[in-house]
C-alpha cells in the first residue's frame, strides 16, 4: 500500500514563501505523475502544480514543484504568497505498484495541509 503525508502548512504573512511537502511511503511502486491541488474556503478543489515522476522541477506562475529523492518526497514551494492563496493543499500521486509481478495503478491523495495567508 502506497501513503502519502503532508506537512508544512501553516500561517504566513501575504508576501512571503511557503514550502510544503508531500512524502511517499510503501513497497515496489512508481511514480507516473505527482500533482498540488488546493481547496480554498468554500470553492471546489483546483489544480496548482504538477510535475511527471521523471520529473526534478517543475516551474507554474509562482508555484514550483521539486522532486527530494533523498526523502521519496515532492514539495510545493509557492512563492509572493497573496490572501487567495489561502485553502488546504493536497497532494496526489498516480503510479504503479508491482504486487507479485504485476502492475497495479494507483491513484492516491494526502489528507491535506491548511495554508493561511494574511493581509
Known amino acids: 500500500q502506497v501513503q502519502l503525508v503532508e506537512s508544512g502548512g501553516g500561517l504566513v504573512q501575504a508576501g512571503g514563501s511557503l514550502r510544503l511537502s508531500c512524502t511517499a511511503s510503501?513497497?515496489?511502486?512508481?511514480?507516473?505523475?505527482t500533482d498540488w491541488y488546493r481547496q480554498p474556503p468554500g470553492k471546489q478543489r483546483e489544480w496548482v502544480a504538477g510535475?511527471?515522476?521523471s520529473g526534478v522541477t517543475s516551474v507554474t506562475g509562482r508555484f514550483t514543484v521539486s522532486r527530494d529523492k533523498a526523502k521519496n518526497a515532492v514539495n510545493l514551494e509557492i512563492d509572493s504568497l497573496k490572501p487567495e492563496d489561502t485553502g488546504v493543499y493536497y497532494c496526489?500521486?498516480?503510479?504503479?505498484?508491482?504486487?507479485?509481478?504485476?502492475?497495479?495503478?494507483?491513484?492516491?491523495w494526502g489528507q491535506g495541509t491548511q495554508v493561511n495567508v494574511s493581509s
Open positions: 496526489n500521486i498516480r503510479g504503479l505498484r508491482n504486487i507479485r509481478g504485476t502492475l497495479i495503478p494507483f491513484d492516491i
Open positions: 510503501g513497497s515496489s511502486f512508481s511514480v507516473d505523475h
Open positions: 510535475m511527471p515522476g
